[in-house]
T-cell receptor, first 113, second 115 residues
Framework: GDSVTQMEGPVTLSEEAFLTINCTYT??????LFWYVQYPGEGLQLLLK?????DKGSNKGFEATYRKETTSFHLEKGSVQVSDSAVYFC????????????FGTGTRLLVSP | DAGITQSPRHKVTETGTPVTLRCHQT?????MYWYRQDPGHGLRLIHY???????DKGEVSDGYSVSRSKTEDFLLTLESATSSQTSVYFC??????????????FGPGTRLTVL
């Protein structure tokens, strides 16, 4: 079945450092791809999405490009802030029409001043 | 936040007791989902609904049942709770009807502890 693999965390960075969180996927169809963020004690919030190959999703300085040839959707940000500390989840929508999501295990990001 | 509420927000119960969690939405979306979140597993789909009285199983449905008698409410029931069902439960709705618009929005979660 479909699956999503994320890099293990935690990722520990200093403020203003460059961030990359790797995400690769396995899917039989043509999924949509998502990054969700979960701040401490809260639910998940959509960060960005891409629905077809070569699409770039972006939001709040974060970007990710849908790479069909490498089945990847890596999350990047040029300069992280302490407020970006959270758990980041990569996910795909299986494209069956019921829009079910398959999640990666999550990557915790810790940003220090 | 797509008008999603979950109740209760926290619950502690004992093994063998029935538990029902409620998800309520205010915007009439067709698709609703229940996920559980556990360390090392991310979120996993328990059940989903694509309309009133239309539900189906997800990846980890054993020990859970659901009902949707009204568009706005999606109930998750643990018939006889076990310690392995200690988790954080999230409800979600989908706002789209096509791949181009499929985005899920999540409720605040219910933390369930089974002793």
């Amino acid at each position: 079945g479909d699956s999503v693999t994320q890099m293990e965390g935690p990722v520990t960075l200093s403020e203003e450092a460059f961030l990359t969180i790797n995400c690769t996927y396995t899917a039989t169809g043509y999924p949509s791809l998502f990054w969700y963020v979960q701040y401490p004690g809260e639910g998940l919030q959509l960060l960005l999405k891409a629905t077809k190959a070569d699409d770039k999703g972006s939001n709040k300085g974060f970007e990710a490009t849908y790479r069909k040839e490498t089945t990847s959707f890596h999350l990047e940000k040029g300069s992280v802030q302490v407020s970006d500390s959270a758990v980041y989840f990569c996910a795909l929508s299986d494209g069956t029409g019921f829009q079910k999501l398959v999640f990666g295990t999550g990557t915790r990001l810790l940003v220090s001043p | 936040d797509a008008g999603i509420t979950q109740s209760p927000r926290h619950k502690v119960t004992e093994t063998g007791t029935p538990v029902t969690l409620r998800c309520h939405q205010t915007e009439n979306h067709r698709y609703m989902y229940w996920y559980r979140q556990d360390p090392g597993h991310g979120l996993r789909l328990i059940h989903y609904s694509y309309g009133v009285k239309d539900t189906d199983k997800g990846e980890v449905s054993d020990g859970y049942s659901v009902s949707r008698s009204k568009t706005e409410d999606f109930l998750l029931t643990l018939e006889s709770a076990t310690s392995s069902q200690t988790s954080v439960y999230f409800c979600a709705i989908s706002t789209g009807t096509s791949r181009a618009t499929d985005t899920q929005y999540f409720g605040p979660g219910t933390r369930l502890t089974v002793l």
